[in-house]
């Protein structure tokens, strides 16, 4: 706004921030001229077609953050909430000023911003073109949450203000030969890294399962969502991953104002389908009966996550966490040690397996105490050796026992932890692909009837480190 008052005035050539910053730099694809860090160019000024002191007193629009107050109900009570909201002002001031003004802003925030944009997209651009089948990209973003809705209009008055919302989080996953959406369903209104991480389970879990050679992630999120752009979510990445199995997890951020991203995409047709719905005469009063009302009309993989999934993750956050420096003008983090996560102002993905050095990578230890303790449980099965032992009659020293069950058509390992007629609760494993399989970081315990338990097994020994063999019995 600065610059477009500036060419109405005639003093400058141009409105627009690329050329001018080009106009600034030496070059402006260098990351050293465009952080205003070159010898030769950070002390350049704009070009002025006419001295801008001789203009006088002139106005323009800028844009200013202010804090604010509003009273907000929630729950029947009002509550003061702060604000901080971006407002159009007008200035008033000479010419010289707003010339220096704008100068000010493309070496201070503006070309660096610029860079940014550029650098970020590209280098995913050439992370996707080059993208290996043991790599997978997520590209991952909450939608705005979906108001419940009842088909009859009498029934939303009555259900009034209790109406609930589902929260939606998506991601698009880049394999080297596919493109998936998925779409995992809450009730939890929080956003926070637990949820995002319960929220990323199921999805994870269908990777491992679906696509077993893949061990490196690479997240990428878009830049004002601050949830993922914290100490919590990073000290969760370097964690429950590498717990699945995974060995390399990097997260690149996009810059501020880089457009829509794919994930936009999947909330949007989520939403459309659900209000179709709705019109054709289904009630959805609820998170749950979204997921069910969806689950068979959509080409989204969707997943439904409970409140209390959520706070088993929570519980996995330490209290305290070591204060990361940097982390706003942060681009990228990357762990390839649980508890230890590499930062740097942009990404950079000429090294795959480890962290290069470009950019100056940072080392920041969030757990040192839970290194090593968080080798993944693995256990690798041996499928045809020995006969089966299925349960003939359910008595209570069943409990504790390992056996295999049958669900949607494949086996699981599990422990039998409690019994009852004809059925026991077991805990199951995830399956990591190819008869190896891993305990999942939600608890996955549901009963199953006797004839779903294919045989009992021995408790399956450690053949090394990272792998334990089951035995039949
Ligand atoms: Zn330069
Ligand atoms: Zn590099």
Redesign the pocket.
């Known amino acids: 706004m600065k610059a477009s008052k500036l060419k109405q005035l005639g003093i400058i050539d141009s409105q627009n921030v690329i050329t001018l910053a080009a106009e600034l730099c030496c070059n402006a694809d260098n990351k050293v001229c465009m952080y205003r860090e070159c010898m030769t160019c950070k002390n350049k000024s704009l070009t002025s077609l006419k001295n801008p002191s001789e203009t006088g007193i002139t106005w323009w629009y800028q844009w200013v953050t202010k804090k604010e107050e509003y009273e907000k109900e929630i729950e029947g009570e009002k509550e003061k909430i702060a604000v901080t909201k971006t407002v159009k002002q007008i200035c008033e001031g000479n010419a010289q000023h707003l010339f220096e003004d704008l100068e000010k802003d493309l070496n201070g925030r503006v070309c660096k911003h610029l860079f940014n944009i550029k650098h970020q997209y590209a280098q995913l651009q050439s992370l996707h073109r080059t993208l290996r089948d043991d790599e997978v990209i997520l590209h991952v973003d909450y939608a705005e949450n979906w108001q419940c809705k009842y088909a009859k209009e009498v029934q939303q008055v009555h259900f009034g203000a209790s109406h609930r919302q589902a929260t939606l989080h998506n991601v698009v996953m880049y394999t080297s030969n596919n493109t998936l959406s998925f779409c995992t369903l809450s009730p939890s209104m929080k956003h926070d890294p637990a949820a995002i991480w319960a929220q990323l389970d199921p999805v994870l879990q269908f990777l491992k399962v679906n696509y077993p050679r893949v061990d490196k992630l690479f997240f990428i999120s878009d830049g004002p969502t601050m949830q993922y752009r914290g100490k919590k979510n990073f000290y969760l990445m370097s964690i429950i991953p590498f717990q699945m199995g995974f060995r390399t997890v990097n997260w690149s951020f996009l810059e501020a104002g880089h457009g829509k991203g794919p994930a936009d995409g999947v909330g949007a047709t989520i939403k459309r389908t659900a209000d179709t719905q709705v019109a054709r005469g289904s009630d959805i009063p609820s998170a749950k009966t979204l997921y069910e009302t969806l689950r068979t009309l959509t080409k989204v993989h969707l997943f439904y996550v409970e409140d209390d999934q959520i706070s088993r993750v929570s519980a996995l956050l330490p209290k305290e966490l070591p204060t990361i420096k940097g982390t706003l003008s942060l681009h990228q983090v990357i762990c390839t040690t649980p508890g230890t996560i590499y930062h740097r102002v942009l990404s ?1 993905f ?2 795959r397996e480890g962290v ?1 050095g ?1 950019f100056q990578p940072k080392a920041v230890d969030l757990a040192p105490q839970t290194v090593g303790s968080i080798e993944p449980q693995i256990i690798e099965g041996t499928s045809g050796r020995g006969p089966l032992c299925p349960l003939d009659e359910i008595t209570e020293d069943l409990k504790g026992k390992w056996c295999i069950v049958i669900y949607e058509n494949d086996p699981y390992p599990g422990i039998i932890e409690d019994v009852d007629e004809g059925a026991v609760e077991v805990k199951v494993m995830c399956s990591a692909g190819q008869n190896k399989f891993f305990w999942p970081l939600i608890e996955d315990k549901i009963w199953y009837t006797q004839d779903n338990v294919m045989t009992l097994i021995s408790p399956p020994e450690k053949i090394n480190s990272r792998h334990v063999q089951g035995k039949c019995n």
Request: hydrophobic fraction near 0%; include cysteine; charge should be negative.
């Open positions: 950079c000429c090294e290069c470009c």
